[in-house]
């Protein structure tokens, strides 16, 4: 993700895979213990992915994802707000525990760009 304010996930080692795949893939990551958890990360993860998903060329804003994912104001200031920027940090760290322990088997790994 670059910087929460223009963001796409990346999967390594996607591109040879079929979009049911990389689709079931996203929904065992958000079903696992990982994100059973944590209901905010389990949202945002399927978000990010889903609309990546739909369009691989998408361009999401952290403004985008306050309003959508956490339900903030359309005139909310993203820049005193700072949800948006600490969950994606969360994610990172939790994207790479999943793939570390749960889902160390899974044919590709799934990424935020930093």
Known sequence: MAGPSNSNAAASGAAGLPAAARSMLV???????????????????????????KDPHCSISEHHIGVQVFGRPPDYDSSADTIVRVQVSQLRKKLVQYFLSEGREEPVVIELPS
């Open 27 to 53: 929904e065992r990551m958000a079903a696992s213990a990982s994100f059973h958890r944590s209901p905010r990360l389990r949202e945002l993860l399927l978000y990010l992915c889903h609309s990546v998903l």
